[in-house]
């Protein structure tokens, strides 16, 4: 293990790469919490659907040549649409929360072998004129897209705490998660709150796809990668909390980068799990 | 009446003369090892092995697929081998080594297969290694990359990097640049932990030490790492003048990626197992250094079967889609493997492991990639390595200079 000084701007750049990193977890994180947290699914279909949105935009704007927005606009209704749907089946095969794991776990594999069917195994990559334009600040630069994907992440996970805190909408799925029985008795259809959340978190995984597409090379086996570490993101946030996930989020990314800067970066795994087991001993209560 | 008949004879002559000029070449093509003759007949000698056509392996494991078929059609468009025609018993592995051994044992108690021949990867090679091992079959492999591992009496490795490859190689890159005029004082050296990269990376630390290179910056880092912009603020400080990347996939190309987004580019850099094609398609990927065997153009590929060999893999993988459709290192390993098996068999008239391994031990073998011997150190001829760099947008061997392009200089900054 080396243990330098790090420079000011080391560990300035490090911060820097910790925040859009996650960013990108928040991001990856939020669909996910809010299915385990509101409906007691447990997706891991969600990291499939991230990618199957990340292979969609690529042939979208890489190789059919739509511009980035307009396959944005295609594809995020149209994954709301497949949220709906898997909703749908999920309710009329009643999955309940340990089932889910292994029901969404087959579609993951589905997906990724139709993905594989389609675009091959092997490594695709979106490449774009912004693709690694970065802006420069004194001697730190910040990446364009990360930086979008970053406030992209923050607005998104605001904005859907604020629709759970204060619209009607909002508060009827906090009531039909905590009690779905005297929910009902107050008039909350369940169901339809149920498709509309399970559809809003598959546009949330193709909103994540957008920018996993324009940041990283792609592979279907890939999908998984991220599996662990938003995981901890999640139960750290604490399930069905968008803020708590946006938080969650930066201190993994950042405790990760920084560790990678002023230690050996076999340590940074590491963080984001020793962090995860702290909180699992003193708050068991969070899953 | 008859003068028609006559130019009409000539023609035919002129016609049968060129498709028996065109079949010459033809034959010439497949290359000695491959004469032609009958169509095989009788029941095929089925080889057995697995490839990793699912998972995060798979996009190496297609490359392997395309250069076992080329050979296959090849031999069974010949006269087979021993005149019966081969069929691949392909199983897929899904980049697991766990599931590659059972797939072996499969291969040989249930589908009983008369040959073996190896998956991709050391982890699944090592697999299969101990199957082979344990039920008395020989085992030709193309990508083991920690031969001090390979202790198994059969097994052959095709990929002939060098038996004490940590010590050799390393000097081969260093003495190449500094040939070329890079004035090379210090050097970084990033790392993943992979087994296959890492005890490489550490022989480059070894012999940079020896040489008097002074290390400014040496990181591990776990395999699977997918952000890597804190070690890339970490190689912008250090500003080395080699970049040592132990990667392997798609990591190279994390790394430079996050290194232009911090307005850096190596002055030099070196990737151990990079995928071949993002890096050389990526602009950043330009001059990048890497270890190669192979690469598809004169001198190396001067042979007629090496040429056909070039000439079919780009018409098949332009044909399946591939984005870089060039042959490269692992397309001659996939071949060449099945070169080797061929050649055994043949000389030896025999299916019976024992005397195939036996015969491999005594001779050598001609392949794509050379001249193959296996009478050294757990089976380990010649260190055939060389060094290979990106340029514009191709792989293509600079040194040692022997096996250079024609025209190609190794570029320095």
């Known amino acids: 293990m080396s243990l330098a000084m790090p420079s000011a701007t080391l560990l300035g750049q490090s911060l820097l790469s910790g925040v859009f990193v996650g960013g990108l977890y928040a991001l990856l994180g939020l669909?996910?919490?809010?299915?385990?947290?509101?409906?007691?699914?447990?997706?891991?279909?969600?990291?499939?659907?991230?990618?199957?949105?990340?292979?969609?935009?690529?042939?979208?704007?890489?190789?059919?040549?739509?511009?980035?927005?307009?396959?944005?606009?295609?594809?995020?209704?149209?994954?709301?649409?497949?949220?709906?749907?898997?909703?749908?089946?999920?309710?009329?095969?009643?999955?309940g929360e340990f089932a889910s794991l292994l029901v969404t776990f087959g579609i993951a594999i589905i997906v990724e072998s139709a993905i594989q069917w389609f675009w091959t195994a092997d490594l695709r990559k979106f490449n774009f004129e912004f693709g690694t334009v970065s802006l420069q600040l004194g001697t730190l630069f910040i990446p364009v897209v990360e930086a979008i994907m970053f406030l992209v992440a923050a607005a998104l996970s605001i904005g859907t705490w604020a629709f759970l805190r204060f619209t009607?909408?909002?508060?009827?799925?906090?009531?039909?998660?905590?009690?779905?029985?005297?929910?009902?008795?107050?008039?909350v259809n369940h169901r339809r709150i149920?498709?509309?959340?399970?559809?809003?978190?598959?546009?949330?995984?193709?909103?994540?796809?957008?920018?996993?597409?324009?940041?990283?090379?792609?592979?279907?086996?890939?999908?998984?990668?991220?599996?662990?570490?938003?995981?901890?993101?999640?139960?750290?946030?604490?399930?069905?909390?968008?803020?708590?996930?946006?938080?969650?989020?930066?201190?993994?990314g950042v405790s990760e980068s920084l560790t990678m800067a002023v230690t050996a970066p076999t340590w940074a795994p590491l963080v984001s799990f020793a962090l995860l087991i702290m909180v699992l001993v003193l708050r068991p209560d969070r899953v | 009446m008859r003068s028609n008949t006559r130019r009409m004879s000539v023609n035919l002559l002129a016609k049968t003369r060129g498709i028996a000029a065109a079949l010459a070449l033809g034959v010439l093509a497949l290359g000695v090892s491959l004469p032609g003759g009958a169509a095989p007949s009788g029941p095929p000698i089925r080889v057995g092995g697995t490839l990793a056509l699912t998972g995060p392996l798979a996009s190496t494991s297609m490359v392997h697929k395309l250069a076992g078929e080329i050979f296959l059609e090849q031999v069974n468009k010949a006269d087979g081998m021993l005149g019966?025609?081969?069929?691949?018993?392909?199983?897929?592995?899904q980049s697991k080594p766990d599931l590659t051994r059972t797939l072996y044992d499969r291969l040989v108690t249930a589908d009983k297969v008369d040959l073996l021949i190896g998956p991709y990867a050391t982890g699944s090679i090592l697999s299969a290694m101990a199957v082979a091992e344990r039920q008395g079959k020989m085992l030709?492999?193309?990508?083991?990359?920690?031969?001090?591992?390979?202790?198994?009496?059969?097994?052959?490795?095709?990929?002939?990097?060098?038996?004490?490859?940590?010590?050799?190689?390393?000097?081969?890159?260093?003495?190449?640049?500094?040939?070329?005029?890079?004035?090379?004082?210090?050097?970084?050296?990033?790392t993943s932990k992979f087994p296959s990269v890492h005890f490489m990376s550490v022989g480059a630390r070894e012999v940079a030490k020896k040489r008097g290179l002074n290390e400014v910056l040496y990181l591990e880092f776990e395999f699977g790492n997918r952000d890597f912009g804190a070690i890339a603020a970490r190689v912008r400080d250090a500003n080395p003048d080699l970049l040592w990347m132990g990667s392997i996939g798609l990591e190279s190309n994390m790394l430079l990626e996050a290194l232009k987004k911090l307005n850096y580019t190596p002055k030099n850099h070196f990737h151990l197992y990079p995928a071949p094609a993002p890096l050389a398609l990526a602009p950043e990927g330009e001059r990048a250094l890497a270890m190669t065997l192979w690469e598809p153009h004169p001198p190396i590929t001067s042979s007629p079967t090496a040429a056909e060999f070039v000439k079919l893999y780009r018409e098949r993988a332009e044909k399946a889609k591939l984005p870089y459709p060039e042959p490269d290192m692992q397309a001659a390993l996939g071949y060449s493997q099945w070169q080797v098996l061929y050649a055994a068999v043949t000389a030896t008239k025999s299916l019976d492991d024992k005397v195939l391994a036996n015969w491999l031990r005594a001779n050598r073998v001609e392949t794509l990639l050379g001249t193959l011997r296996f009478n050294g150190p757990s089976n380990y001829g010649d260190d055939l390595s060389k060094v290979k760099q990106i340029q514009n947008h191709k792989w293509t061997t600079v040194w040692p200079k022997e096996f250079a392009a024609p025209g190609v200089k190794f570029q320095v900054p």
Do not use: C
């Not at chain 1, 009607?168 to 008039?187: M, Q, T, W, Y």
């Open chain 2, 84 to 93: 019966r025609p081969v069929e691949w018993v392909l199983l897929d592995d």
């Open chain 1, 194 to 252: 149920a498709l509309m959340l399970s559809g809003f978190a598959a546009a949330l995984a193709a909103v994540a796809g957008v920018f996993i597409a324009m940041a990283y090379t792609l592979s279907p086996a890939q999908m998984f990668a991220w599996m662990g570490v938003v995981f901890a993101v999640v139960i750290l946030g604490g399930l069905g909390n968008p803020l708590g996930v946006l938080a969650a989020g930066l201190v993994i």
């Open chain 2, 140 to 190: 030709i492999h193309n990508t083991f990359g920690i031969p001090k591992l390979a202790k198994y009496a059969m097994q052959f490795p095709v990929y002939q990097f060098g038996y004490t490859a940590e010590e050799t190689f390393p000097p081969k890159l260093y003495d190449g640049l500094a040939a070329s005029g890079a004035p090379i004082k210090t050097i970084a050296i990033v």
């Open chain 1, 31 to 95: 669909g996910l919490s809010l299915s385990w947290g509101y409906l007691r699914l447990i997706n891991l279909a969600h990291f499939a659907l991230a990618f199957l949105g990340a292979y969609l935009v690529l042939q979208l704007a890489g190789v059919i040549g739509l511009p980035v927005i307009a396959a944005l606009l295609i594809v995020v209704p149209a994954f709301f649409a497949l949220g709906v749907a898997m909703q749908i089946l999920f309710t009329r095969f009643a999955v």
């Open chain 1, 168 to 187: 009607p909408v909002g508060k009827a799925l906090r009531a039909s998660a905590e009690n779905p029985d005297i929910a009902a008795a107050f008039g």
